[in-house]
């Protein structure tokens, strides 16, 4: 039995039979007598280990033929720059909506290269919620519309796909890619950094439609032009081999696991446990409206904020780790990424109602 859960937003905790794997192969990797770490970029062997990801991923989320499947540098940050400088220039713009800390992120970054619209989304009365569609004020004539399904700080999600202009939705969705079934159809690009769900830091798994490639911009640094990655099969330049290949890994594991609609349920499952604790307390506050919250990551204040440090403290002496908020919001969180086994829930579940039955006896 698991001793010690993770809760961090990421890097995230891996699952253990994807740890004991890359344990057993790390030395000698498959007879080569090379560790993974040491697998040239060009052998038989990392292109088999790739190609397998590829495979697993267009199995997995049932990606169709006309996109292509990208392996980049940089994580999600790097394509806050990445999409302004492909497909933004004079005469045209986009629209950023909203709804987070991460979402405003990108729209900054994008607001630095080019021409963009921000759409203020996230409405903060006694509740978060994410304010209506008919309120955005879309530009008809945008290059893209880029939204983030799931902002991993204030704990508010998309409770469905936005019906706006889907041949140019563009979605971050690092925190949310492999727990639930995707549209993909209903998407132009997909794009998820790969410490949350997918393995490691140090990858960026981009998911882009064929024809936008013929949109891109022609004088972009090739390092940052989605055409070559395409066109290179990933391999601009060394790819971060041991990240693909513990991509690999994590893909086998959810493919045994059941695949996505078995871990979406257990999603559903886990965070409603977590829910039930917060709506019956009177220690703990969730502030996000309950249509519009993350089944990923909760976060939470505690109403005597004096105790905050004493529930962190305990927690930890109970071997629950990862539950300090964000720096910018403070409190706790809790994410529930698909590495993290039910009892893991059911013990913090537990150590949270015993937390706050100690506390309002005092």
Known sequence: MQEVFYFGAGPAALPQPVLEKIRHE???????????????????AFFEIRDQAVRLLRELLQIPEEFAVLFMHGGATSQFSM???????????????????????????????????????????ETLSIAPEHEWDLDPQAA???????????????????????EVLVCDMTSSLLMHPVEMQ??????????????????????????????????????????????????????????????????????REGALPTLHQRSLARSAQLYQVLDESRLYENRVAPEFRSSINIPFAIRDAGVLKEFLQ?????????????????????????????????????????????????
């Not at 908020?325 to 829930?345: K, Q």
């Open 26 to 44: 790390l030395l000698d990797y498959r007879g080569s007598g090379l560790s993974v770490l040491e697998l040239p970029h060009r052998s038989d």
């Open 186 to 255: 209903k998407f132009a690009l997909i794009y998820a950094s790969t410490q949350k769900n997918l393995g490691i830091a140090g990858l960026c798994v981009v998911i882009i439609r064929k024809d936008l490639l013929e949109q891109s911009n022609e004088s972009i640094p090739r390092m940052y032009d989605y055409r070559r990655y395409a066109r290179e099969d990933s391999v601009v330049n060394t790819p971060p081999v041991f990240a693909i290949y513990v991509l690999r890994e994590v893909l086998d594991w959810v493919r």
């Open 83 to 125: 999409l302004p400088l492909n497909f933004l220039g004079p005469g045209r713009s986009a629209d950023y909506l909203c709804t987070g800390f991460w979402s405003s992120r990108a729209c900054d970054e994008a607001a630095r290269l080019a021409e963009v619209r921000r759409i203020q989304a996230l409405c903060e009365d």
């Open 314 to 362: 305990q927690a930890e002496h109970n071997r629950l780790h990862g539950l300090q908020g964000h720096r910018s919001a403070g409190g706790i969180r809790v994410s529930l990424y698909n590495a993290m086994p039910d009892e893991g829930v059911a013990r913090l579940a537990e150590f949270m109602s015993d937390f706050e039955a100690r506390h309002l006896r005092t």
């Open 144 to 166: 893209y519309l880029h939204i983030c399904d799931n902002e991993t700080i204030q704990g508010v999600a998309f409770p469905e796909v936005p019906k706006g202009p889907r």
